[in-house]
């Protein structure tokens, strides 16, 4: 790698993403799969509902009984959910059922209880049904064999209930990846701590811990490294040892003299692929790998900048973390929009500008991007809705000329 190289954003997401796939399965019980992934195909271990079962309160009857009426009919015994009655039902006959109870042999109509008179021992059926009415045929939702859920399906609330329908106590799911974060910087002190002059609210990892857990990945919070080479050497060790299928590190990545990520890094045999990409915000971006007890390890190291860390996490970490979880989401998703005002030609870095984004009258997304789009500036990341997405070199653009926009979510 020459890491003077300036590599083209689309590039370096293809290099992060060559060649990594889902770490792993495991097994789950149904109430620990929530939102994970599904990792194989889910065939039904049953027929449901597994026999032809009554839809109402009422009486099972012959159909050839209840052509003329009113008819009494002699009640022969009583089928309720969960305890079927097991003998066949006659002429004549009748047999007390109640809802999701199994249609006794014979009986082909249920009568509603509402349109009989009950009496001692037989029933007097005022109003007919016509035949299979209120009755759930065997199978009328799903076969035994039949494949009802997919790999890579996610567990929502409704696929988990139907998985547990289908009689599957546990769930092949994919692993989560562990994703380590370390803060670098001697500035850095935690939220809520005294601050002395020149020190700064270390801020990136709460919200690229929120992005992991948003991912359906696990945190490992490994700290604040100060910018000496032991410092960052034991932190990252500490993320190795712990199991980090990623290591996410903010700061420390451009080639400042406190800037130690990469050299650390390579001393302890990570190979780097990207130093530097085309990106505005997130220029420095290191990407690199090594192998640790058998594992691919994988390391983001972002800026220190605030917006720079969340907007490559989000192009480049977010993404890998998908594939090593087994999801498949690995684009973003760029929506068309128009400019609320004019923009210059653009440099030789693709730039992702925060920008207020309103509907005009006609339905067309408005994006207006914010004068000032300093990488140090959080607040309006937050008052932003949505980012405008500059190419390289884009053309200088005129306000109402068509534009490409990310939601901010
Ligand atoms: P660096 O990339 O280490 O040169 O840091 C660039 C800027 O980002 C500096 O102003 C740092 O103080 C700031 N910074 C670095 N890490 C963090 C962090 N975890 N939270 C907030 N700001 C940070
Ligand atoms: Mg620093």
Redesign the pocket.
Known sequence: MSPSELIPAEKALKIVLDGAKAIGEEKLALNKAANRILSQDLVSLRTQPPFDASAMDGYAVKQSDVTSLPVCLRIIGESKAGTPFDHPVAQGEAVRIFTGAVVPQGADTIIIQENTNPGDGSVEVLTGTPQGKFIRNAGLDFQMGETLLKAGDVLTPYRLALAASMNHAELPVYKKAKVAMI???D??VMPGEATLPGQ??????FGIAASIQNCGAEVLDIG?AGDTKTALHAKLQDALDQGANIIVT?????V?D??LVLPVAQEMGFEFEIAKIAMRPGK?FLFGKVTHDGRTVYLTGL????V??LVAFNVFTKPLINLLSGKDETAINLLPAVLGCSLPQNDERAEYMRATLETSRDGKRIAKPFTKQDS?MLANLVRADCLVYRAVKAPAAKKGDACEIVLMS
């Open positions: 803060s670098t910087g500035e850095l700064i609210i270390a801020s990136n990892t604040i903010t700061g420390g990545a451009s400042g406190h800037d420095p800026a220190g900048n605030p720079s860390s140090s």
